[in-house]
């Protein structure tokens, strides 16, 4: 299993978590999503992620992933 870190500053509530866990959650590979709202990071595991795909996909919910 792979472990990828991102942080996502435009997160603010749990709409915001929830956005971002089902477009991440959707892609192909991926085990899991940890959103920390405090933090505003989001932790995704699974197996051969792919970082331009969590990245668009963190974009389709509507937040940048820095």
Same mark, same amino acid.
């Given at each position: @299993?792979?472990? !990828?870190?991102?942080?996502?500053?435009? @997160?603010?509530?749990?709409?915001?978590?929830? !956005?971002?866990?089902?477009?991440?959650? !959707?892609?192909?590979?991926?085990?899991?999503?940890? $959103?920390?709202?405090?933090?505003?990071? $989001?932790?995704?595991?699974?197996?051969?992620?792919?970082?331009? !795909?969590?990245?668009?996909?963190?974009?389709?919910?509507?937040?940048?992933?820095?």
């Amino acid at each position: @299993m792979d472990t !990828a870190l991102y942080t996502v500053p435009g @997160m603010h509530c749990g709409h915001c978590e929830r !956005a971002v866990k089902e477009e991440v959650s !959707a892609l192909s590979g991926v085990a899991s999503v940890v $959103v920390d709202l405090e933090s505003k990071r $989001v932790e995704v595991t699974g197996s051969g992620l792919d970082d331009a !795909a969590i990245r668009a996909a963190i974009e389709e919910a509507g937040y940048e992933a820095t």
